[in-house]
């Protein structure tokens, strides 16, 4: 019985995404290194986002503050309201909003700029004129966005803890220090670190499968949009399935 063509479709290019990656590995670890082009891309993917995560994470913390108020004072504990804003934050929502408005603003660039140059024969001439097009485009943009969006999610969840502070005192009065002790001495060993690694494996997944549709384009302007749109939603699905594996493997190990 013959699959689906839609399913066949999706066999495909994960076996091409998978084939992609296993070049990254095999390319990033043979000299040369282009350092300058990597400290470049350090520096557009995590400088450039920071506002936008910043925004974000404040946002996102005074209201989740905002939100859980009521429902804390109804149950007479509001005085919990720092500990659960700060689990609920670093453990869960911090990681995955920063990792969506990552593969966002990224994804879809990478997508379009490499796409652009697939089209406009850049990458051809690139390999005529003796360098390595997919060690210089892909190796160093992947390894930027997997090193960058950690960084961004401690900074991001460290601005969502500061609007959570700023939510709490809208309608009482608690110290910066005294706030910030009752997060930070609430945290545990498996609130922290599984929350941490999967920053990384989020990162990856958004700097591959943006490179990958950008490297791939075809069919002119068309396929530039295209790749740019695509990619923003395949690293968005990949990442609530990393996070989903993420879960279930900390479950089985008992650090939830």
């Given at each position: ?111 379009a700029e490499l796409g652009s140059m697939k089209v406009t024969e850049q990458?051809?001439?690139m390999e005529v004129s003796g360098t390595n097009p997919f060690k210089y ?26 609007g959570s502070w700023i939510g709490v005192n809208i309608r009482s009065v ?83």
């Amino acid at each position: 019985m013959p699959l689906p063509n839609q399913f066949r479709k999706f066999l495909e290019e994960t076996g091409v995404i998978a084939r992609f990656t296993g070049n990254y590995f095999s390319q990033v670890a043979r000299p040369r290194w282009e350092w300058a082009e990597f400290a470049r891309q350090c520096y557009l993917i995590g400088y450039n986002s920071l506002p936008l995560v910043g925004l974000t994470g404040f946002i996102m913390g005074l209201v989740l503050t905002m939100q859980l108020r009521p429902s804390l004072v109804n149950y007479g504990v509001e005085s919990q309201l720092p500990v659960m804003v700060g689990i609920a934050i670093v453990r869960e929502i911090g990681p995955v909003i920063t990792a969506l408005i990552f593969a966002g603003k990224i994804a879809s660039s990478m997508g379009a700029e490499l796409g652009s140059m697939k089209v406009t024969e850049q990458i051809d001439a690139m390999e005529v004129s003796g360098t390595n097009p997919f060690k210089y485009l892909v190796v160093t943009r992947v390894a930027a966005s997997t090193v960058m969006l950690p960084v961004l999610v401690l900074l991001g969840d460290g601005i969502s803890l500061l609007g959570s502070w700023i939510g709490v005192n809208i309608r009482s009065v608690t110290s910066f220090t005294l706030f910030f002790r009752q997060v930070v001495d609430n945290f545990a060993f498996g609130d922290v670190l599984p929350a941490y690694i999967k920053t990384w494996f989020f990162g990856f997944a958004v700097g591959v499968i943006g490179c990958y549709k950008g490297y791939t384009s075809s069919k002119g302007t068309e396929g530039v949009g295209r790749a740019a749109n695509s990619a923003v939603v395949l690293a968005s699905i990949v990442i609530f399935i990393i996070d989903l594996i993420v879960v279930q493997v900390t479950d089985v190990l008992g650090l939830n």
